[in-house]
């Protein structure tokens, strides 16, 4: 019978079959008694070595599985103490993938907020693992978005949003704690970055308070005579606080901003981005550092300010920014309509071009006084004054997105105006000299206290920075 002939064969197989399938047990158990071993030498069971190894690690917080959570078993302990402002790797994505901070966000969703840099598109899968201060250890789904400015280079300013969602875990109950992000694909790999969930729920009586964001430092910053008196004019203007970040500076500049730390005027973050500017990412990351500063202001800042150091807002009529932004905001009815941000048109104040005869002191603001007759439309080289509160993501020239009910508005010129004050024409040659200009005088209604402002500083400076 055909069955017959088909079967004895097959029946040859089967014990191939089962002899093979003995020579792959062998293997299988021998590969199981070899992991164990180094798993049990890697991480010990017992309570009291695994507490300790945590206690070192997290600086007294224990890390715990949660009930439900622990699939993959305990989670391996940290690499090192929770850090700040620092970027830390990602081990095991595909791309590249660094993280620098973490804040509580309220509004938008309940999540921890990551700022981040990674692939702009098909950036990898990752994971949260948090480390609660009451040591509960939490498992979170993330959520990765590219920062919408990045100018379609292969890497941009990211958002992890570590999402608390049915995690039964409130966004206030996160502050202090220890998080990390892992790539989806080894779950079980020790953490290789550490961040400190920082808070940004706003202080109360900072309303009136303002602080000014700076981009990153870099091809070592070197124009120190300029920063004192950008520094002056800016804290007559009302600014109290500065964050600014140090990818490189010049050594006088890092002495003069070492100062400005050490008396609490400036904060200074290291900016060590490992993906290279301008072909990679834009500009040095930029748009991490000013969301970054969004978020770490946000507890302490009524207003933030988002301007670069060749830049001052001057206010036609009043005397401080919170002065004008707070009377820009009384003159809307309902004041619940008022804007959260508000956007100052562009002049450029060109250095080539003739000083000032009038000039009442020989400071770079008060001699340069031409300006191109009409500012630059909104949008186009404007920067900006925020409530931060108000704010989710900020780009270069406005806003890019502000918390549900929010909204901007332009500044008229009669009320204030971006001066901007450029060496040269932004393409090269003498060209832009030529464009019709107009001079414009504002700046001296501050001079001649900015010029003693700047003198006392700068005298107090030769003791600390000798150059
Ligand atoms: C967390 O764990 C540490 C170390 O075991 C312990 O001292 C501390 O009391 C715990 N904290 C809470 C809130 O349970
Ligand atoms: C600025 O960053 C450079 C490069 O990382 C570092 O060597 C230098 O010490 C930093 N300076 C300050 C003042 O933080
Ligand atoms: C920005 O303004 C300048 C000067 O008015 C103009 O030449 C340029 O086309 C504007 N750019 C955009 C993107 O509108």
């Known amino acids: 019978m055909k069955w017959r002939a088909r079967a004895a064969p097959s029946r040859a197989k089967e014990r191939a079959n089962i002899s093979f399938f003995i020579f792959i047990m062998f293997f299988a158990v021998f590969g199981v008694i070899v992991l164990t071993e180094l798993l049990l030498l890697e991480r010990p069971n017992v309570p009291g070595s695994a ?4 206690s070192e690690n997290l600086q007294g917080w224990e890390g715990r599985t949660e009930t439900g959570g622990g699939e993959n078993g305990e989670p391996p302990p940290p690499a090192h103490a ?7 790797p990602v081990a095991g994505t595909r791309f590249r993938f660094y993280v620098y901070s973490a804040y509580v966000e309220r509004r938008t969703v309940a999540a921890v907020r990551i700022i981040a840099a990674t692939k702009t598109r098909g950036a990898d899968s990752v994971m949260c693992r948090m480390w609660l201060p009451d040591n509960r250890t939490l498992t979170l ?17 990211t958002y992890v949003l570590c999402l608390l969602r049915d995690s ?6 996160t502050v202090g704690a ?7 694909t080894s779950p079980s790999r020790p953490p290789t970055n550490l961040l400190t969930v920082l808070d940004t729920e706003p202080k109360s009586g900072i309303e009136e308070t303002l602080h000014v964001c700076v981009k990153p430092f870099h091809y070592l910053y070197a124009r120190d005579e300029w920063l004192v008196e950008w520094f002056e004019l800016n804290r007559q203007l009302g600014a109290s606080h500065f964050y600014m970040y140090n990818e490189s500076l010049s050594p006088s500049v890092a002495c003069l901003l070492d100062d400005y730390r050490k008396q609490g005027l400036v904060t200074l973050l290291q900016w060590k981005l490992p993906i290279v500017s301008k072909v990679e990412i834009r500009t040095e990351g930029q748009f991490a550092a000013f969301n970054d500063c969004l978020y770490r202001s946000m507890s302490s800042a009524g207003w933030l300010l988002v301007i670069d150091v060749d830049e001052v807002v001057l206010p036609r009529r009043e005397r401080t920014l919170p002065a004008l932004l707070m009377a820009l905001r009384a003159s809307y009815d309902p004041p619940s309509k008022a804007p959260s941000a508000f956007l100052f048109r562009n002049a450029f104040f060109y250095l080539r071009w003739e000083d000032d005869a009038e000039a ?3 400071l770079v603001t008060a001699r340069k006084t031409r300006r191109w007759a009409t500012p630059h439309a909104l949008k186009n080289r404007s920067k900006y004054a925020l409530r931060p509160r108000d704010a989710v993501e900020l780009g270069n020239h406005f806003v890019w997105e502000l918390a549900p009910g929010a909204s901007s508005a332009g500044v008229p010129t009669d009320r204030a105006l971006l001066h901007h004050y450029r060496i040269a024409c932004e393409f090269g040659g003498m060209n832009c000299l030529t464009v ?16 003693q402002r700047v003198n006392a500083e700068r005298k107090r400076l030769t003791n600390v920075c000798p150059s």
């Open 141 to 157: 789904k993330a959520r990765v978005k590219a920062i919408r400015e990045n100018w379609n280079l292969k890497y941009s300013a």
């Open 168 to 173: 039964g875990v409130k966004p206030q109950e």
């Open 82 to 88: 929770p850090l700040d402002a620092v970027w830390q």
């Open 436 to 451: 019709p200009s107009t001079i414009d005088r504002t700046s001296h209604r501050w001079a001649e206290e900015l010029q």
């Open 360 to 362: 009442p002191a020989p």
């Open 51 to 54: 507490r300790s190894r945590y």
């Open 178 to 184: 220890s998080i990390s992000v892992v790539a989806s």
